[in-house]
């Protein structure tokens, strides 16, 4: 089964759950519009090598499309739907005037140097320019790419235009009309999701343990803020492997450690034991943080799980399988199109900042996102308790209510 059949699994229990209109229905099931483009770039060998780059719009019922740009060896278009799909949801859910788009590059980011990398780059935004834009589709970053990269899109972008355009593209540097909060914003939303989900199992935060798959952008600042909060972060994971500490790691050094070690990675860690990735999915604690990649949460480990709370800061880190297996083990999971929330959020504010010239501070942002995030988790525990099913499929009723009055109103059935 691919990861956009997946998808639809909780999506069709929502709908079966709330008995929406099958035209409705059938409207939210397709993306309006995909896009394959194939991108020439001139290496510094002197050979031409072609690129091939997707861009997908799945919904712009409730307003211009949303997505990063990811830049990987392993894109597929399944996959660019897919997280499209989800970012449809993830905006109606938090009640954002959006709808859902995705980008990405298949490209070993690894191999280019700066100079092939801005070629890419700039060739990818020539050849999608016509279909985005601030009132159309506006990307952002994602896997492998970041606010340079945003910067170089901004500025093609412009020059096709023939205008400053930074309300284009969120996710840029400061200097370029970025909104402070951004960096953080992924990771406030997942442990302010966490908190929430805390208070629903009646644990206290203070002390609460907890574990972190991953530790890039989204996974180390989920750490950083869990540590605030007052959680302990008792083990936590990158692509090399995994370390463990029952009295607790501090992730503000770990950062410190992880920049300055050769292999750049958690492992050797001082004070901490090596342990392996799979064996970080089953550690007896009150919050799992998935923040890798999709898929990691399957029917084969699943049972294994021993934490009272998944949080998702992935995007898809738990199949339908392992959905199933988690319900009957009584773990809560707060579902990826809620728990993730924060990064668009913030996205949305940079937008709002960027189409009025006018900036927030952080604190503002903060509280303004904080206040967004409790409201939709709210919102969706409660229509879990009123259709008496999971936070996940609780989650896309609360988007499908959105959207179907939209496309309603919109006469779109």
Not at 103 to 113: N, P, R, Y
Not at 266 to 285: C, H, P, R, S, Y
Not at 335 to 360: H, K
Request: hydrophobic fraction near 40%; proline fraction near 4%.
């Amino acid at each position: 089964m691919g990861l956009f059949e997946q998808s639809q699994i909780p999506l069709n229990a929502a709908i079966k759950a709330m008995k929406l209109d099958p035209n409705a229905a059938a409207i939210i099931e397709q993306p309006e519009r995909t896009l394959e483009v194939h991108i020439p770039v001139r290496m510094d060998d002197g050979t031409t090598q072609v690129f091939t780059g997707y861009r997908c719009q799945h919904s712009t019922v409730m307003g211009p499309a949303k997505g990063g740009v990811r830049y990987h060896q392993n894109v597929n278009m399944d996959e660019v739907k897919t997280l499209a799909f989800w970012m449809t949801c993830k905006c109606a859910v938090a009640g954002l005037p959006y709808g859902g788009g995705k980008g990405g590059v298949i490209v070993d980011v690894t191999k280019l140097s700066e100079r092939e990398l801005e070629a890419l780059t700039r060739g990818y935004i020539d050849k999608i320019a016509p279909f985005i834009g601030e009132k159309l589709d506006i990307p952002a970053p994602d896997m492998n790419t970041n606010a340079k990269i945003m910067g170089w899109m901004m500025d093609e972008f412009s020059k096709i235009k023939g205008r400053f355009e930074p309300g284009f593209i969120t996710g840029k540097d400061l200097s370029m009309g970025g909104s402070l909060g951004r960096t953080a914003a992924t990771g406030r939303g997942v442990v302010t999701a966490a908190i929430e989900a805390l208070k629903v199992r009646k644990i206290k935060a203070k002390g609460a343990t907890c574990v972190v798959q991953g530790f890039g952008n989204v996974g180390s600042w989920t750490a950083k803020l869990a540590h605030d909060a007052g959680l302990k972060v008792i083990a936590i994971s990158d692509v090399f492997g995994a370390i463990y500490s029952e009295k607790g790691i501090n992730p503000y050094k770990l950062s410190e450690y992880v920049a300055t070690s050769p292999q750049h990675s958690v492992k050797g860690f001082k004070g901490t034991k090596e342990i392996t990735n799979a064996d970080l999915l089953a550690i007896q604690a009150d919050v799992l943080f998935p923040c890798a990649m999709e898929g990691q949460i399957t029917k084969a480990n699943a049972a294994g799980v021993k934490a009272s709370i998944i949080c998702e800061g992935a995007n898809g880190p738990t199949t339908p399988d392992a959905d199933e297996i988690l319900k009957e083990h009584d773990v809560l999971v707060v579902p990826d199109i809620l728990a993730n929330g924060g990064g668009v959020t913030v996205s949305y504010f940079e937008w709002v900042q960027n189409l009025y010239r006018y900036f927030w501070t952080e604190e503002e942002v903060i509280e303004k996102q904080t206040d967004m995030m409790v409201k939709a988790f709210k919102e969706v525990y409660e229509l879990s308790q009123e259709y008496k099913v999971t936070m996940r499929v609780a989650a896309y009723i609360s988007a499908l209510k959105r959207i179907a009055v939209a496309m309603k109103f919109r006469g779109m059935y």
